[in-house]
């Protein structure tokens, strides 16, 4: 059954001069999982908002085309018997939360809705037994973590029994457990409760599998639309960075039915007898692409280093226990770990925002423990979670210039080659608040290094950045390399790991348990290996990045040959 | 501190309209009323009441600012208040003020009106720990829906933004910015462009909060509210001895048993057996909440009967 039918849909947020969303059409069936992706910026999110009836209800503008829904415009659906049939999650739960108690919270709907009181209190309570959350109903929203505010959000959209999930990059913000577990509730919903779902997400390696459809968007336009297999068979440059590692391994090999998991890809390869082949490649070749500097083997002195360092918050239980790192000129180190095992901790102390209790720092051999971060500004710039605590200026060239006024400088020129270099030139006269999450976060990057400071500290630069950006922050950290400076990045993104990082650093529960170069420390790891690296498990546990892995592939073919 | 927190207290078992009408007849009483042994009444009651709900710990952390303001005003009233007859101290003349005269009348004044204060205060305090802001927000909704969401976003908002205001001043510190040092002036300008990120920020957010809200109906009709309160004993007697408490109040205006003058010299404190009586009555119904707050805590049997 028809569901959705958008006709040529053109949409202008108010006072801009190019349309967000162009001429689209689109079909939504009843039951379907559709992944929406493309670029930031394409219109995905206008999408949602358009399908929901926010736009133009909320936002204003003005809107051509039609969206029928269940047959009649959604122009002539009231507000509150759309909202019982349209629910919809988005990015940040922090700004979805709006009671105190997670009970009060799922129930705040269905009280907007009018439901009876007696079918109100059967549908919380069934809410939270099905996304698990009975132990927490009483808790204070704030006490909880950011994977069950976001489970909260969604029961609270469940428990008023919407026909339709519109889900707006929900995971973007969580680690990525919470965010699998999120993704399980949705597929869940959509193949035992037949709920229609249409997801905009960037991180595609997960939901790939799980649609029906992908939808594809640029410019404000849908440029593909098909079943992800399809997709990937299509060897579209184009398209290839939305879709899993796997798939972007396979999808240049031109195949008609390209393997979109691992389980798929290991089968693909035992078919094909590649694997065979592959152990005899491992004898001739153990490290065929190894091009890595091995941290321990460096003969220069640390420029950052340090030395039994142990934190606590509250002065009792630490949260950084025995800390002992060395960090090298030129070298791009990336720090993984679970949530709460101390990341961004460490990056915070590193700063001299928090004072170790126990250990010392050492900035080129100088002790800088408990030294104020103002005065360690000019050689550490750190770059925290939230881009938007760096944004404050009526321009993006003001907003870079301040970095350099605070020392009592100006230097135009110095800023006209950060801009060019973080390639956010054309936005200098621009508000730095109207970019995309990606603008955003390259202008803050640059506010941070427009001091040139030797070390870059980042902590999470990937959260919501799309695949393409992504690419183009991973050689933006290559560049600064080249140029000298010292690298550190916390990030929950193993794939982006694996392709930007050297030396990988695993913490566990405030302790450093791995420490090494990227292959010795990823390959063969349960929990942090890529992606890629799964597929070729027990055949070469060098490769780690789609390139590594599409190079290993070509070599195994050959030889078969 | 400030957040509430859902505990095991006998004023939270309550619906928040019993709780708000005990506290309202404590505040209108100490506002109402001048007689310090009828403020000290009030005091004590609010006082126990807050101590059998376990609330003395932030009582204790928070008083400790509070009581430095009331001693600045208890200090200037005493040393400005010159009405009073029986004069302690003497002092020499002070340009502005005048001769410094230090009455006992003017010190018991000031000591009185502290209670005064501290007793709304604690009163305060009481209400934070007892009333949940999502019934408060689900029963005022019933009456007016809009202003109600703004009193939810508010409460919700506050310590959001000094979660923010921490954040962003972090951030500035790390690019460089001295909040520590300089002159004053210095250091405010300094502090300015956390507002803006602030502002900024808070902007954006409420922005998408409201975008949410739209979503999921708010407004759209006419509402219902989740909360059923199963009217138990407890309510009945906390409701009841505030009724009958501020009838002893209205009583004791009217009939000036609980009026005190303490200028120019300080009244006779009881004038009748009637007077005492009253005072005694107030401040034994008042103190029946703290009672059986304190019972519902010790004993199972109290607790599922009231």
């Given at each position: 059954?028809?569901?959705?039918?958008?006709?040529?849909?053109?949409?202008?947020?108010?006072?801009?001069?190019?349309?967000?969303?162009?001429?689209?059409?689109?079909?939504?069936?009843?039951?379907?999982?559709?992944?929406?992706?493309?670029?930031?910026?394409?219109?995905?999110?206008?999408?949602?908002?358009?399908?929901?009836?926010?736009?133009?209800?909320?936002?204003?503008?003005?809107?051509?085309?039609?969206?029928?829904?269940?047959?009649?415009?959604?122009?002539?659906?009231?507000?509150?018997?759309?909202?019982?049939?349209?629910?919809?999650?988005?990015?940040?739960?922090e700004?979805?939360?709006?009671?105190?108690?997670?009970?009060?919270?799922?129930?705040?709907?269905?009280?907007?809705?009018?439901?009876?009181?007696?079918?109100?209190?059967?549908?919380?309570?069934?809410?939270?037994?099905?996304?698990?959350?009975?132990?927490?109903?009483?808790?204070?929203?704030f006490t909880l973590s950011g994977g069950q505010?976001?489970?909260?959000?969604?029961?609270?959209?469940?428990?008023?029994?919407?026909?339709?999930?519109?889900?707006?990059?929900?995971?973007?913000q969580l680690d990525p457990v919470a965010?699998?577990?999120?993704?399980?509730?949705?597929?869940?919903?959509?193949?035992?409760?037949?709920?229609?779902?249409?997801?905009?997400?960037?991180?595609?390696?997960?939901?790939?599998?799980?649609?029906?459809?992908?939808?594809?968007?640029?410019?404000?336009?849908?440029?593909?639309?098909?079943?992800?297999?399809?997709?990937?068979?299509?060897?579209?440059?184009?398209?290839?960075?939305?879709?899993?590692?796997?798939?972007?391994?396979?999808?240049?090999?031109?195949?008609?039915?390209?393997?979109?998991?691992?389980?798929?890809?290991?089968?693909?390869?035992?078919?094909?007898?590649?694997?065979?082949?592959?152990?005899?490649?491992?004898?001739?070749?153990?490290?065929?692409?190894?091009?890595?500097?091995?941290p321990k083997?460096?003969?220069?002195n640390p420029l950052l280093k340090l030395e039994n360092m142990e934190f606590a918050y509250d002065g009792r239980n630490p949260c950084l226990k025995g800390i002992n790192l060395s960090f090298y000129t030129?070298q791009i180190t990336a720090i993984l770990g679970e949530n709460g095992a101390g990341k961004t901790t460490l990056l915070k102390t590193i700063v001299g925002l928090l004072k170790p209790q126990r250990g010392k720092i050492f900035l080129h051999g100088r002790d800088i423990t408990g030294v104020q971060p103002e005065k360690l500004a000019d050689s550490i710039g750190y770059l925290s979670q939230n881009p938007?605590d760096y944004?404050?200026?009526?321009?993006?060239?003001?907003?870079?210039?301040?970095?350099?006024?605070?020392?009592?400088?100006?230097?135009?020129?110095?800023?006209?080659?950060?801009?060019?270099?973080?390639?956010?030139?054309?936005?200098?006269?621009?508000?730095?608040?109207?970019?995309?999450?990606?603008?955003?976060?390259?202008?803050a990057?640059?506010?941070v290094?427009?001091?040139?400071p030797l070390i870059l500290l980042l902590d999470e630069p990937t959260r919501?950045?799309?695949?393409?950006?992504?690419?183009?922050?991973?050689?933006?950290?290559?560049?600064?390399?080249?140029?000298?400076k010292t690298i550190v990045v916390v990030t929950h993104d193993v794939?982006?790991a694996?392709?930007?990082a050297?030396r990988v650093v695993i913490l566990y529960d405030g302790a450093v348990v791995a420490d090494g170069?990227?292959?010795?420390v990823?390959?063969?790891?349960?929990y942090y290996?890529?992606?890629?690296?799964?597929?070729?498990?027990?055949?070469?546990?060098?490769?780690?990045?789609?390139?590594?892995?599409?190079?290993?592939?070509?070599?195994?073919?050959?030889?078969?040959? | 501190m400030?957040i509430?927190?859902?505990?095991?207290?006998?004023?939270?078992?309550?619906?928040?309209?019993?709780?708000?009408?005990?506290?309202?007849?404590?505040?209108?009483?100490?506002?109402?009323?001048?007689?310090?042994?009828?403020?000290?009444?009030?005091?004590?009651?609010?006082?126990?009441?807050?101590?059998?709900?376990?609330?003395?710990?932030?009582?204790?952390k928070?008083?400790?600012?509070?009581?430095?303001?009331?001693?600045?005003?208890?200090?200037?009233?005493?040393?400005?208040?010159?009405?009073?007859?029986?004069?302690?101290?003497?002092?020499?003349?002070?340009?502005?003020?005048?001769?410094?005269?230090?009455?006992?009348?003017?010190?018991?004044?000031?000591?009185?009106?502290?209670?005064?204060?501290?007793?709304?205060?604690?009163?305060?305090?009481?209400?934070?720990?007892?009333?949940?802001?999502?019934?408060?927000?689900?029963?005022?909704?019933?009456?007016?829906?809009?202003?109600?969401?703004?009193?939810?976003?508010?409460?919700?908002?506050?310590p959001y933004?000094l979660q923010k205001m921490q954040s962003a001043a972090e951030i500035a510190q790390c690019r460089g910015v001295n909040f520590h040092t300089?002159?004053?002036?210095?250091?405010?300008?300094?502090?300015?462009?956390l507002?803006?990120?602030?502002?900024?920020?808070?902007?954006?957010?409420?922005?998408?909060?409201?975008?949410?809200?739209?979503?999921?109906?708010?407004?759209?009709?006419?509402?219902?509210?989740?909360?059923?309160?199963?009217?138990?004993?407890?309510?009945?007697?906390?409701?009841?001895?505030?009724?009958?408490?501020?009838?002893?109040?209205?009583?004791?205006?009217?009939?000036?048993?609980?009026?005190?003058?303490?200028?120019?010299?300080?009244?006779?404190?009881?004038?009748?057996?009637?007077?005492?009586?009253?005072?005694?009555?107030?401040?034994?119904?008042?103190?029946?909440?703290?009672?059986?707050?304190?019972?519902?805590?010790?004993?199972?049997?109290?607790?599922?009967?009231?």
């Open positions: 059954m028809e569901l959705y039918a958008v006709e040529n849909l053109t949409y202008y947020y108010p006072d801009k001069d190019t349309p967000a969303l162009c001429g689209i059409d689109l079909q939504i069936d009843e039951g379907e999982f559709i992944l929406l992706a493309g670029p930031s910026g394409c219109g995905k999110s206008s999408l949602l908002r358009a399908l929901a009836g926010l736009i133009p209800d909320y936002y204003g503008g003005a809107v051509g085309g039609t969206i029928r829904y269940r047959g009649r415009s959604l122009a002539d659906w009231d507000r509150r018997s759309l909202a019982r049939e349209v629910g919809l999650v988005f990015q940040d739960p700004q979805q939360l709006l009671m105190t108690s997670v009970e009060q919270e799922i129930a705040f709907g269905l009280e907007n809705l009018g439901i009876a009181p007696p079918e109100m209190r059967r549908r919380v309570a069934e809410s939270l037994s099905l996304f698990n959350l009975t132990e927490l109903k009483g808790r204070s929203t505010k976001q489970k909260a959000v969604l029961a609270a959209v469940l428990a008023m029994h919407p026909r339709v999930l519109l889900l707006d990059e929900p995971t973007s965010a699998q577990e999120l993704l399980n509730y949705v597929q869940r919903l959509n193949h035992e409760w037949g709920l229609t779902v249409i997801l905009v997400e960037q991180r595609t390696d997960r939901c790939f599998p799980l649609a029906d459809r992908i939808v594809m968007m640029e410019g404000g336009k849908t440029v593909y639309q098909g079943p992800p297999r399809e997709m990937a068979s299509l060897r579209e440059e184009r398209y290839v960075c939305f879709m899993p590692p796997v798939a972007q391994v396979f999808s240049r090999l031109g195949l008609k039915n390209v393997p979109l998991t691992v389980k798929e890809g290991r089968r693909f390869l035992q078919e094909n007898r590649l694997n065979s082949a592959a152990g005899a490649a491992k004898e001739a070749a153990p490290a065929a692409s190894a091009s890595c500097s091995v083997a460096t003969p220069l030129g938007n944004l404050f200026h009526d321009t993006v060239r003001e907003e870079l210039a301040y970095g350099l006024k605070i020392g009592g400088r100006s230097d135009p020129e110095r800023l006209a080659k950060m801009m060019r270099l973080l390639e956010i030139e054309h936005l200098s006269e621009t508000h730095p608040r109207d970019g995309a999450s990606g603008e955003r976060q390259r202008i990057l640059g506010t290094m427009v001091t040139e919501g950045l799309d695949p393409l950006m992504k690419l183009r922050l991973t050689g933006l950290l290559r560049t600064l390399q080249t140029e000298g794939e982006f694996a392709n930007v050297e170069d990227r292959k010795t990823l390959a063969h790891s349960l290996a890529p992606q890629v690296n799964r597929l070729f498990r027990g055949l070469d546990g060098g490769v780690l990045t789609v390139e590594e892995a599409s190079s290993k592939l070509q070599i195994l073919q050959r030889e078969v040959d | 400030l509430y927190q859902r505990r095991d207290i006998f004023f939270q078992a309550l619906h928040p309209a019993t709780t708000l009408a005990y506290l309202a007849v404590v505040v209108a009483g100490s506002v109402l009323l001048t007689h310090p042994l009828y403020l000290l009444a009030l005091f004590l009651s609010v006082f126990a009441a807050l101590a059998a709900s376990g609330g003395m710990e932030d009582w204790r928070s008083v400790r600012l509070f009581l430095t303001f009331m001693a600045v005003i208890m200090v200037l009233n005493t040393l400005i208040n010159q009405t009073g007859s029986t004069v302690l101290f003497r002092g020499p003349l002070f340009a502005p003020l005048g001769r410094v005269v230090i009455t006992l009348e003017a010190i018991i004044y000031a000591l009185v009106m502290g209670i005064r204060l501290l007793t709304v205060f604690t009163a305060f305090m009481l209400f934070n720990q007892a009333v949940n802001p999502d019934r408060l927000l689900a029963m005022f909704a019933l009456l007016f829906p809009r202003s109600a969401l703004l009193v939810a976003l508010a409460t919700k908002t506050v933004l300089g002159s004053r002036l210095v250091r405010v300008r300094n502090r300015l462009p507002i803006r990120v602030l502002f900024m920020s808070a902007l954006e957010d409420s922005f998408n909060i409201g975008e949410s809200i739209q979503a999921r109906a708010y407004g759209s009709g006419p509402r219902t509210s989740y909360f059923r309160h199963r009217w138990r004993p407890g309510d009945f007697v906390v409701l009841i001895a505030a009724l009958a408490a501020l009838l002893l109040i209205v009583l004791s205006l009217l009939w000036g048993w609980g009026m005190f003058s303490y200028y120019p010299r300080l009244d006779q404190l009881i004038v009748s057996p009637q007077q005492a009586a009253s005072l005694l009555g107030m401040g034994a119904l008042l103190m029946i909440p703290a009672l059986v707050a304190w019972g519902w805590s010790k004993w199972n049997f109290m607790r599922w009967k009231i």
